[in-house]
């Protein structure tokens, strides 16, 4: 039998020889990963593939069907809004476009599934795009929201996600080809005052996507199956308001219209996650690297907060109480 010595000898140089293996991968992955972000590949080719957008009557949705339809995609428009919904699928129509369109409130489970179900039944082909768009936000300070309107913005925003991904994912799986794609926000990554649950709510789109990713990673029916994470700072829908931040070239409202430019860039590179504007990733990164007493002044400073300001605001508060 081999001594205990040799075979912990052995054991120290399999591990050297692994992370000598790892350090190559790593180094190499770093290169391929900084060239890409240098020079972008031109993105997959979109033509025939089937696409369908929740909260497709307006906004970002309203725009993704249109330019989506314009590089040869059939459109698929889910919307709880009728009048919204046949709108977006007239202006997709008026450009040439296949589109169909149904009404859904995707945060009802058997409404989704027994809108595939039709889908199926009318000859639309499968869904080879899945864009979870549709979401609610009510602005409130917490203790002062309505408790269905925190229930109504998981369901929309979270649980919605869940459903159309549980119904699509698998034909996908099955075709080896697909792309989820789930619209978070950058409150999905910064805590907002006045939106904690649209935030909690977009965190969780945040968990379910890299949980979700993770999960298939490795298995070999979904290696051709790609998910993309989106995070939006602030669209000019009218759902949020303006927060008002310096530096209005980074941080000022962005139309629809650009950020589905950007949505379907991030869907042509298979991005795992993009942020709109891009730098804020990296800004995202830097921050989360100080000490957090450091990234709230800086946080606080972009947002061009008043310190004196606030700090009156809570000794009013503080009177008002007593």
């Known amino acids: 039998m081999p001594s205990i010595k040799r075979i912990f000898r052995f054991s120290h140089l399999h591990l050297l020889y692994d992370l000598f293996v790892l350090s190559l991968r790593i180094t190499f992955a770093t290169i391929v990963a900084t060239f890409r972000v240098v020079l972008p590949s031109r993105g997959k080719n979109l033509l025939g593939e089937t696409v369908l957008i929740t909260g497709a009557g307006h906004g970002i949705g309203r725009e993704l ?9 059939i459109i698929v428009c889910w919307d709880v809004d009728t009048e919204a919904n046949l709108s977006t699928m007239s202006m997709v129509s008026e450009n040439g476009g296949e589109v169909h369109g149904f009404v ?19 000859g639309v082909p499968d869904v080879s795009i ?31 996600n869940f459903w159309t991904i549980k119904t699509f994912l698998p034909s996908m799986m099955q075709n080896r ?16 005052s006045q939106k904690v649950a649209y935030c909690s709510s977009k965190f969780a789109v945040r968990g379910l996507m890299e949980a979700l990713h993770e999960e298939l990673r490795l298995d070999l029916k979904s290696s051709d199956v790609r998910f993309t994470t989106i995070y939006p700072f602030y669209v000019d829908t009218g759902l949020a308001r303006d927060p008002k931040y310096r530096f209005p070239y980074i941080f000022g409202a962005v139309s629809p219209e650009y950020a589905a430019g950007e949505i379907i860039k991030a869907i042509r590179r ?23 007493t450091v990234m709230r002044l800086i946080l606080d400073f972009l947002a061009d907060v008043d310190r004196k300001a606030c700090l009156k605001n809570i000794a009013v508060r503080g009177n008002d109480a007593l």
């Open 270 to 292: 298979n991005y795992c996650e993009y942020s709109i504007p891009r730098c804020l990733f990296t800004l995202n990164s830097i921050n989360r690297m100080v000490p957090e």
């Open 65 to 73: 069907a249109i330019q989506l339809a314009s590089l040869g995609c």
């Open 130 to 160: 899945l864009i979870n768009n549709a979401a609610v936000l009510y602005h409130s300070p917490l203790l002062n929201q309505d408790s269905d309107l925190i229930e109504k913005t998981f369901s929309v925003n979270v649980l919605s």
């Open 177 to 192: 080809k697909g792309h989820v794609v789930c619209v978070s926000s950058m409150c999905g990554i910064y805590g907002v």
């Open 104 to 122: 859904v409130d995707v945060s009802k489970r058997l409404e989704v599934r027994e809108t595939a179900r039709l889908m199926r039944k009318m």
